[in-house]
């Protein structure tokens, strides 16, 4: 990460957005190869969409996790056979059907997630308190611009899996 001798501000800020996207997308990855369960990214993420938007249609879960509609139906059925989520009927249209978080999914995304963050405590060990509270930090500006944009809910859960808590 290197920003020497940028002078145009917007130079530096495309290279910080790169940065983050790159280093976010190890980041999960790192936590999905060193999680001791074998659940799926793909899991992850319907899980925490659920829990961010609520009950929503096959169509509506497809377009926010850009997944092609027979892709969202098999993942939406795995987790409903799993418990962790529920079909119900749309009350705007009898015949659509939504699908929500169980209480059950709910217990184990926070599961999920309290795991994921207990992984991560040796790594934090070897921080100083500088850059621990430069994480600290980076995290809430990185929830404010989401919120502002609209794709993290007020807890700070993003709507992709691993966790931003």
Same mark, same amino acid.
């Given at each position: 990460?290197?920003?020497?001798?940028?002078?145009?501000?917007?130079?530096?800020?495309?290279?910080?957005?790169?940065?983050?996207?790159?280093?976010?997308?190890?980041?999960?990855?790192?936590?999905?190869?060193?999680?001791?369960?074998?659940?799926?990214?793909?899991?992850?993420?319907?899980? =925490?969409? #659920?829990?961010?938007?609520?009950?929503?249609?096959? %169509?509506?879960?497809?377009?926010?996790?850009?997944?092609?509609? @027979?892709?969202?139906?098999?993942?939406?059925?795995?987790?409903?056979?799993?418990?962790?989520?529920? =079909?119900?009927?749309?009350?705007?249209?009898?015949?659509?059907?939504?699908?929500? #978080?169980?209480?059950?999914?709910?217990?184990?995304?926070?599961?999920?997630? %309290?795991?994921?963050?207990?992984?991560?405590?040796?790594?934090? +060990?070897?921080?100083?308190?500088?850059?621990?509270?430069?994480?600290?930090?980076? =995290?809430?500006?990185?929830?404010?611009? #989401?919120?502002?944009?609209?794709?993290?809910? +007020?807890?700070?859960?993003? +709507?992709?899996? @691993? @966790? %931003? =808590?």
């Amino acid at each position: 990460m290197y920003y020497g001798g940028v002078t145009n501000p917007r130079s530096k800020l495309q290279e910080i957005a790169i940065d983050l996207t790159v280093v976010a997308a190890r980041f999960s990855r790192f936590q999905r190869q060193n999680s001791p369960n074998d659940t799926t990214a793909a899991t992850w993420r319907a899980l =925490s969409l #659920l829990e961010q938007f609520g009950a929503l249609r096959v %169509t509506e879960f497809a377009r926010l996790d850009r997944l092609s509609q @027979p892709a969202a139906t098999a993942v939406l059925r795995r987790i409903t056979a799993d418990g962790l989520a529920e =079909s119900t009927s749309d009350s705007t249209d009898k015949r659509a059907k939504r699908v929500r #978080l169980t209480d059950k999914g709910r217990d184990f995304l926070a599961d999920l997630r %309290t795991d994921a963050g207990d992984r991560l405590i040796p790594l934090f +060990e070897q921080l100083t308190d500088e850059e621990i509270e430069a994480l600290q930090v980076a =995290s809430r500006a990185i929830s404010r611009m #989401l919120r502002a944009e609209g794709s993290e809910n +007020e807890g700070g859960r993003s +709507e992709n899996g @691993p @966790p %931003t =808590s």
